[in-house]
């Protein structure tokens, strides 16, 4: 039933060009296209290559003499063509250029018919790009990773999203492993030398890159049926037991999915798959793989923070099935809408579920944070075009996943949450089992809301930058709200002005009651009528639910009045995000610091946590760089004056009736007093809890360990870097070893730092873990701030020798960043001069050297005038 659309696709595929002799520069021609495959592996885990066949069903539809499949590093060994009528001719391979393989035959073939070829590949062990291979304990496991372009490394194939067809595998295997697929196993077979054959049945249409297996000696954990659909949890042998949230987690989750498109789940069954070592999850139909730190916790030391997390990332990946998996988008330049939607999803049906973790206030600081980079000058837009491999690689960013979500979540807000899911069923049921683009995406939404929403939309898909809205209110006659955009610059930017048509949603008081209202503003400025109010508003917020992309400049006494008596009158995403607007403004230099400052008074003793950390954010403002260093002591001291007695109170260690909500403040809070206000007595007890833990594993709750290791090391010692080094190197527990290797990243002493990063190069970590703790962790202290740069210099050829290379997770383009936090023309042109021709060579570099070019740049103009005021501040205080 499933396959009934299949030959609407066939027909609805891209237009033939004649076939070409030489090899195609990105996309395959469409001159041949798949039918189906049929592929068959041997795969033994603790070995580093596999052997493979692949049977694809094709339709020639030009007669050609070179067929040009995508291929990454395959030895063919032999290939032909058989024909429906049986004809055979054999092929002979050409060399592609790395990514394309060509089968040459002596006379032009046509029509339909099976190419065949066999092979022999490579199992990777230091990088996450086809096919690859971990350890746990003594066991080695097998995983692929084929998106967005890896799938040919595992077989020749046509490896573009829009060639979306069944696939059936075949897997040969050591007997006592366990072999999974995208779909549940037809038959299972006993084989000569121990092994075992395992064929699964064949899949509903997919595209290469959504293709997956995994081998090895996995357990399974069951988690029930959700409609007729069996989930379960697989994990490494042994870990059955810390997949119990998970397996609660994921069921609950994904029968709210199922409510929300209005589709049942749309394969057969649901495995997740546990990674040891990843960072990363993948939403392969029928079988997601995650990283072991993201699905697996001890039920005795699992943490709040990591439930959330679990249950994040288990709904975006699972809201793939749905959003990516049965409709595809036909392109990577459409990546945005794939992963803008699952980040969105991700706190919204984890939301519906638990509401008391406010994920509302989640999405607010993820937009707020992608609002940061997306004010540079060298930020790109969200849709972008693709000109080469690198462009669909780097298209796997920040952006995409959280400019995106927030663009969303602004255009349901608009449209309504009611018609908005309606605009999305139908983009689904329209589109089921096959490929769809943005504008088909948006046609939907369009249909829904009963306008075009398209320009809109777009206005914020192609070009970057963040809008500023600057609001006045004016009541001489008939209230109104006098608006004006434009494009937020930092001060010291460079980028062009700009418009958007921004869906405007307020919220005001007037007359007693509160009203909501929105409309659409085009033009640089305008004035909004507040429908309904007779006198003036008593408070107005310019961004109701702060739901909308952009950020407010208030003209007047508006902020005072939005924030006047503790605002009781917004939400607590409402606090953060007008608070979080101001700290960002005062950071680039449009807010006076001094106002932003002024709030924080107020704000310290919000009676929740999220504002509490949104109003500490602000404070932090005053360690920070443009603070000058005989005053940083008295920065320190207004954040003790201001935070110190609820830090103190609430300490490092739980009391037996804490709620989460203040689990999570201490969390956030006494450590935020500890380190950048430099309270003694929390750092003294931080040190004194390390020891012991380190000694005895107890005496510090779960949520606590992170920030307990990580003030105890950045005020530590030498005796104490052993002390983490030999703990993190012994650790078993993927989570609790990259808590030991963020602290080891927190010293502040430079040679301590610099010790931290020599373990880079050491053979005790895996490069995939140590990398982001370890570089970038002394990047964060005025003290260490030059260490990782003078370190890259020095090691630059073994540290590359050490990190993943593959298109798209190049560690390599992630070095300069080591100067992210430089704030000087000097260190600049240091920076730049080591990198410049460097990251050539690195798949995306050039982008990250420009960014942190750039915001040294604004660093350099935003100290300027931040300098003088927050002089003024604290000589004031
Ligand atoms: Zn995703």
Redesign the pocket.
Known sequence: MKFALFSFFILAGSACAAPSLDPPKLRLDGSAQPISYAVDLTIVPNSDTFRGSVDINVDVRTPADVIWLNSISLQIQEADFRQESGAVSSAKTLPGGGEFVGFSFDHAISGRGVLHASYQGKISRNSSAGIFQLKEDRDWYVYSQFEPTDARRAFPCFDEPSFKVPWQLTLHVPKDDLALSNTPAQSESKEANGMKMVRFKPSPPLPSYLVAFAVGRFDVVDAGKVGPTPVRVIVPKGKSSDAAYAALAIPKLLKLLEDYFGIPFPYEKLDSVVMPISDF???NAGLITYAETTLLADPATETIEHKRELAGTTA??MA?QWF?DLVTTAWWNDTWL??AF??WMERKIPGEWQPGWHLDVTAINARLGAMRGDDLASAREIRQPIQNNDDIANAFDDIT?EKGAAVIEMFEHWIGEAKFREGVQHYLKQHAWGNATASDFEAAMSSVAGRNVAPAFNSFLDQPGVPEVSVALKCETQPVLAVSQKRSLPVGSRAEAQTWQIPICIAFEADGSVRHQCSLLSDPKDEIALTGAQTCPSWILPNDGESGYYQVDYQGDLLKKVLAGQASHLSIAERVGVLGDVDSLATEGEVSAQVALALVPEFSKDPDWHVVQTAANIAALLKGGSVPSNLREKGARFIRQEFGQKARALGWIAKPDDNDDTRLLRQKLVPFVAGTGEEKELIEQAETLARQWLGTRRGVDPEMLEPVLRIAAEFGNRDLFNALRAAAIQEREHHVREVLLQALGSFRDPELARASLDLLLSKEFDPRESFYPLLFGPVAYADTRDVPFEFVKQHLDALLKRLPREVGEDYAAMLPSVGGSFCDAKRRSELDSFFADRVKDYNGGPRTLAQTLEAIDLCIAARKSLTPELTAFLNQY
């Open positions: 999850a993948m939403e975006h990946e793939h990516g794939n992963e699952a980040t996943y």
